[in-house]
């Protein structure tokens, strides 16, 4: 099992930036890698990104590529998303999700992970 928790949601202005964290807890990560995704109102929930815990290896959504960066602390079993220069079309409740590395290649999570945390939601707004 894997427990995921996610913090540094908010609100913030258009142009701004954030970083949302993803704590993990359980049992070891090194085969497992760990995706952020987001859903706005209305929509369909979307990949983000994906990393690799072992190497640290990164994945994103074709629509994300240069928008925002993932990265982790695999020592604190922590995984971050950096945004910056946020639009109003960000907003959206962000989770992370963990599963096997195996599912996380190309374009971020081919499958549905295991594991999700509950999210935090990120506004952004003037």
């Known amino acids: 099992q894997v427990q995921l928790v996610e913090s540094g949601g908010g609100l913030v202005q258009p142009g701004g930036s954030q970083r949302l964290s993803c704590a993990a807890s359980?049992?070891?990560?090194?085969?497992?890698?760990i995706g952020w995704f987001r859903q706005a109102p209305g929509k369909e929930r979307e990949g983000v990104a994906c990393?690799?815990?072992?190497?640290?290896?990164?994945y994103y959504a074709e629509s994300m590529k240069g928008r925002f960066t993932i990265s982790r602390d695999s020592a604190k079993k922590m995984v971050y998303l950096q945004m910056p220069n946020l639009k109003p079309g960000d907003t959206a409740v962000y989770y992370c999700?963990?599963?096997?590395?195996?599912?996380?290649?190309?374009?971020?999570?081919?499958?549905?992970?295991?594991?999700w945390g509950k999210g935090t939601q990120v506004t952004v707004s003037s």
């Open positions: 359980g049992r070891s990560l090194d085969d497992y890698a």
């Open positions: 999700g963990a599963d096997l590395s195996y599912y996380c290649s190309d374009h971020g999570f081919w499958r549905t992970p295991d594991f």
């Open positions: 990393i690799h815990i072992s190497d640290g290896t990164t």
